[in-house]
């Protein structure tokens, strides 16, 4: 009798491991298929010209996986939203606006930790499309990591350019917290039922 306790006993050990396996791989799968919306703020600082920059930019966070690096790109399907804003500009008019329609080009770059290493915009000819400006003259074009010129096709001058301060370690996404959470629960379930047996 003794011997069939233990057997019951290891038994449960093993079924439970692998309910346990089963769970964090379901989760793992679940959440790589299931992206969702990162947004970044912009910490932009005046490095030259005139003027403030303020704004958002929200992208699929697919993108935030270790050493993503498309180059610049075209596709902007997994860019979902620019919101992009400057006041204080040298020329008329001085305050301006730039979205993801404004943009011919994207880009976004990761390390092998999953932290931004570039995040920029591009609207000189590119992607077989000429230069293009928004509805108030103005254009953004990325010059380095982070890095961004303002431009107008009339070639103003004293106009800004501004420096990312760039992020630390990205957030978790919803279905990332959600997936962490799931596994602590079942862990700890897994703990009590196995004190209780």
């Avoid at 000819?125 to 103005?138: H, I, Q």
């Avoid at 760039?166 to 919803?174: E, F, K």
Wanted: proline residues 5%; aromatic residues 8%.
């Amino acid at each position: 009798m003794k011997s069939r306790n233990r057997f019951d006993g290891a038994h449960r050990g093993r079924t439970r491991a692998i309910w346990l396996g089963l769970a964090v791989c379901t989760v793992l799968g679940a959440t790589s298929v299931l992206a969702a919306p990162y947004t970044y703020v912009f910490h932009y600082r005046l490095i030259s010209g005139q003027g403030t920059a303020t704004g958002s930019v929200t992208f699929d966070d697919s993108l935030l996986a270790p050493n993503t690096n498309p180059g610049t790109t075209c596709d902007l399907s997994l860019l979902y939203s620019l919101d992009l804003h400057m006041t204080g500009l040298p020329s008329s008019p001085s305050s301006t606006s730039f979205t993801k329609a404004d943009l011919l080009e994207w880009r976004v770059q990761t390390d092998s930790n999953g932290r931004l290493v570039d995040i920029n915009f591009f609207m000189q000819a590119a992607c077989s499309s000429p230069t293009k400006v928004n509805t108030d003259g103005y254009g953004i074009e990325g010059v380095e990591p982070f890095k961004l010129e303002v431009f107008e096709l009339d070639g103003a001058i004293n106009l800004p350019t501004f420096q990312d301060q760039g992020p630390g370690i990205p957030a978790l996404s919803t279905y990332g917290v959600a997936a962490l959470a799931l596994l602590v629960l079942i862990a700890g379930a897994l703990l009590v039922a196995r004190r209780l047996s």
